[in-house]
């Protein structure tokens, strides 16, 4: 499963920003999947994962209430809007597929996935 996630930029404290985690040639609606944020200097950290029913979906305290995760299977694409970005908020992101459909309380562990994506930087600046 090759994917890649998009979306990233600059935008101000405050604003808004859609991340997309899409796939090419596969289909994502049997995968559950992560995204992984990682700043400068610091260990990657899971910040959500949403299964293939949307049923199971985990957010960190660092985003929970201003990001959320939504899928399209027949797009085969993974959302991540973000809203309220903070500086701290300043990363790069990447989409992680799990071997299976369900999201688990260890969903932050990265060991759980299979497949990653390449990142998208995401910068919170005024």
Do not use: H
């Not at 459909?101 to 562990?109: I, P």
């Amino acid at each position: 499963v090759q994917l890649q996630a998009s979306g990233g930029g600059l935008v101000q404290p405050g604003g808004s920003l859609r991340l997309s985690c899409a796939t090419s040639g596969n289909t994502l609606d049997v995968y559950a999947i992560g995204w992984f944020r990682q700043a400068p200097g610091k260990e990657r950290e899971g910040i959500s994962c949403l299964s293939v029913s949307g049923g199971s979906t985990y957010y960190a305290d660092s985003v929970r209430g201003r990001f959320t995760a939504s899928r399209d299977n027949a797009k085969k694409t993974v959302y991540l809007q973000m809203n309220r970005l903070k500086p701290e908020d300043t990363a790069v992101y990447y989409c992680a597929a799990d071997g299976g459909s369900l999201c688990y309380s260890d969903y932050a562990s990265v060991e759980r996935y299979d497949y990653w994506g390449q990142g998208t930087l995401v910068t919170v600046s005024s």
